[in-house]
């Protein structure tokens, strides 16, 4: 008789009530798809290459260099690096193929869920934006707003190893529009980054933090137009908060290990309205190509309105859609 680890008789426990979110979720997915929405918007992927960028073998060579990669790359020329894990070596396979891949398709799925939202917000381009990109990993969203065409875009990160990744791509990329910094969110302030951003993008922060309440008023004070949250969240449709514990062993984890917070959506909700953020709205599921913690409730997404959204600067010279943050050649 095959004994079952804690683990696997707490993933059986969970699973009819995962399946009934499920089926909900189908539900709602097929009514918001006939409902008007925003255009379709694709990420920039695979990711553009400077013409005089470093080689293949020195992408794969740089790339080695770091133990822990959260998200997988795709570059032109069909060069790719995986994602791994901070305790796995280099070219390390992480699960069957199916899972590798889901995992690679994650950011690009969760793009085409929050992004045309994001955009059409912004009056239909990032061009002329300020953009902030919270706790930014290796910039993944970053570069997607600076290839976008924002007139600028801040991403940090508490820890220097995740900045060291960003600035790489940075480089293989080719963008001038783009600065990434080591900061800790807790000193994040208008007075460290130079002042307010049009957009915000708080993504995949706030369950890494001991006070979600007091995250969200950090976030708006950074923002002066739009913030984008998107969040794990505790699977239940009352107003609670489970606690937990984290250590910051992991690129996916919390820079600073001890307790955590996961609010659930309602909770997240009542937070919102409390730090004085009452205008928002859920970003809806639109299609079933998703990650399953979406699909079964433990994650969501929200736009977020602060005030008037101001207008953005003609941008000079004018912005064509992702070339207008490359580098020129010749341009240092």
Not at 77 to 82: I, P
Not at 117 to 125: D, I, P, S
Request: net charge positive.
């Amino acid at each position: 008789m095959r004994i079952l680890s804690k683990k696997q008789l707490r993933g059986l426990l969970r699973l009819p009530g995962e399946l009934r979110r499920r089926r909900r979720t189908r539900r709602r997915i097929a009514v918001a798809a006939r409902k008007p929405g925003p255009p379709r918007l694709e990420p920039v992927w695979p990711l553009p290459r400077a013409p005089a960028g470093p080689s293949d073998a020195e992408i794969e060579r740089r790339f080695r260099e770091h133990l822990g990669w959260q998200y997988t790359y795709e570059f032109e020329g069909q060069l790719a690096c995986a994602e791994r894990h901070t305790a796995q070596p280099f070219g390390h396979r992480d699960g069957d193929a199916g899972r590798r891949a889901a995992r690679g398709a994650r950011p690009l799925q969760r793009f085409r869920h929050f992004m045309p939202w994001l955009v059409q917000a912004a009056g239909g381009t990032l061009c002329g934006r300020r953009v902030l990109d919270i706790a930014c990993n290796s910039g993944f969203w970053s570069l997607q707003c600076a290839l976008l065409g924002a007139r600028e875009v801040i991403g940090f990160d508490a820890r220097p190893e995740l900045i060291e990744q960003a600035n790489l791509l940075r480089t293989i990329v080719g963008l001038r529009n783009v600065d990434f910094r080591v900061l800790d969110f807790w000193d994040m302030s208008e007075a460290a980054l130079g002042g307010r951003f049009d957009v915000v993008l708080n993504l995949g922060v706030l369950y890494h933090l001991p006070d979600p309440l007091r995250a969200l008023e950090r976030t708006r004070r950074m923002a002066a137009g739009l913030i984008l949250l998107d969040t794990a969240v505790h699977a239940s449709d009352a107003p609670l908060i489970r606690l937990d514990w984290e250590t910051s062993e992991d690129v996916w984890s919390a820079a600073a290990g001890g307790l955590v917070q996961l609010p659930s959506k309602r909770s997240v909700e009542l937070m919102l309205r409390h730090v004085g953020l009452g205008d928002f709205s859920e970003i809806p599921l639109r299609s079933a190509d998703m990650p399953p913690d979406y699909l079964t409730g433990r994650r969501a997404s929200w736009l977020i309105r602060i005030d008037n959204i101001p207008s953005a600067p003609s941008p000079d010279p004018p912005c064509s859609g992702y070339s207008a943050g490359r580098l020129r050649p010749g341009v240092p």
